[in-house]
T-cell receptor
Framework: KAGVTQTPRYLIKTRGQQVTLSCSPISGHRSVSWYQQTPGQGLQFLFEYFSETQRNKGNFPGRFSGRQFSNSRSEMNVSTLELGDSALYLC??????????????FGAGTRLSVL | AQRVTQPEKLLSVFKGAPVELKCNYSYSGSPELFWYVQYSRQRLQLLLRHISRESIKGFTADLNKGETSFHLKKPFAQEEDSAMYYCALKAGGTSYGKLTFGQGTILTVHP
């Protein structure tokens, strides 16, 4: 089974621009969660999508948004980029149900640098 | 709101020595606790979860609800255990795909 795939792996943007990151979950997984990882704040939850609906949301400004498609692939968008948005963005997929096997599998991440 | 604290940012031990990575949490309900590990140049991966009550790569962790702790232990550390370790919590109710992570502990095992 292919793992969680994130594209692109690296991105360089300038302040004020917007960016879209993509995540393809493991086949059969219907839930995708996004996290921001920085040296100062560690891993912070952004949001989770399940069956094309946002099911959970973290404490990030509205500039951070996401969506999920019918094939469970997910995108996150950051508008009006700020220097502080420079981070590694991780996505994780899971089946999405309440069964005991429902654990999160992580992608390799997208490294975003904002100049 | 839930919180996970890993008090040690760095931990160094010698090969063959016991190792304990500490994790404390605050949450009023019944949480599900995990340990994730990230080896150099690899993605974050699950090491173990408390409901499985299993030993993975010689590591064990017991959930202590009285002390709100979920410490990770291994009796004899190996060099290949050197990695970043994260403790994570999933709250009950509608938390589904939301994990709250600690700040992580970098474990270095010296030969």
């Amino acid at each position: 089974k292919a793992g969680v795939t994130q594209t692109p792996r690296y991105l360089i943007k300038t302040r004020g621009q917007q960016v879209t990151l993509s995540c393809s979950p493991i086949s059969g997984h219907r839930s995708v969660s996004w996290y921001q990882q920085t040296p100062g704040q560690g891993l912070q939850f952004l949001f989770e999508y399940f069956s094309e609906t946002q099911r959970n949301k973290g404490n990030f400004p509205g500039r951070f948004s996401g969506r999920q498609f019918s094939n469970s692939r997910s995108e996150m968008n950051v508008s009006t980029l700020e220097l502080g948005d420079s981070a590694l963005y991780l996505c994780a997929s899971q089946t999405g149900g309440s069964e005991a096997k429902n654990i999160q599998y992580f992608g390799a991440g997208t490294r975003l640098s904002v100049l | 709101a839930q919180r996970v604290t890993q008090p040690e940012k760095l931990l160094s031990v010698f090969k063959g020595a016991p190792v304990e990575l500490k994790c404390n949490y605050s949450y009023s309900g019944s949480p599900e606790l995990f340990w994730y590990v990230q080896y150099s140049r690899q993605r974050l991966q699950l090491l173990l979860r408390h409901i499985s009550r299993e030993s993975i790569k010689g590591f064990t962790a017991d959930l202590n609800k009285g002390e709100t702790s979920f410490h990770l232990k291994k009796p004899f550390a190996q060099e290949e255990d050197s990695a970043m370790y994260y403790c994570a919590l999933k709250a009950g109710g509608t938390s589904y795909g939301k994990l709250t992570f600690g700040q992580g502990t970098i474990l270095t095992v010296h030969p």
